[in-house]
């Protein structure tokens, strides 16, 4: 691929903060990709993000806003992508920026605990409704 004076391939990482901290693109090219705590994490770290069209990041990250998103498996498109944010920092900056926002604003352990009591009230709200009109079947 002759990429070795511009692209490391390094595999296992086991300090995450390191790893974040050298990079200055984050790309996610998964094929399969749920909802992803990676791509949290370069959130987090404030980078520039391109993913693939996978089910998790499309419905996190709106393309061209918070990140570039690429048709997965599409190797031509994700070049392009890459291009385009590195000779763009301002619009790697803005991805970065508007992407690290979207986390603060909806994932922090603070909003996912909002988010999950709510889910349970109306869990538990919806079990003693069906509960009461039950009884109130039985008694008529």
Not at 15 to 34: A, R, V
Not at 46 to 75: C, M, R, W
Request: glycine share 2%; aromatic share 10%; proline share 1%.
């Amino acid at each position: 691929l002759n990429l070795t004076n511009d692209v490391k391939f390094i595999g296992w990482i086991d300090n995450k903060d390191q790893f974040f901290t050298n990079i200055d693109i984050f790309t996610l090219p998964s094929t399969i990709e749920h909802f992803s705590i990676v791509m949290l994490e370069a959130m987090k770290a404030g980078k520039a993000i391109i993913s693939s069209n996978t089910d998790g990041p499309k419905e996190v990250l709106q393309d061209n806003y918070e990140a570039l998103i690429f048709k997965k498996n599409n190797h031509q498109q994700l070049a392009q992508h890459l291009e385009k944010i590195i000779s763009a920092n301002e619009l790697a900056n803005k991805l970065a920026r508007n992407a690290h926002d979207k986390l603060l604003k909806n994932f922090t352990h603070d909003c996912i605990a909002k988010q999950m009591t709510s889910y349970l009230q109306k869990i538990y709200d919806e079990y003693y409704k069906n509960l009461a009109e039950e009884k109130i079947q039985k008694t008529a």
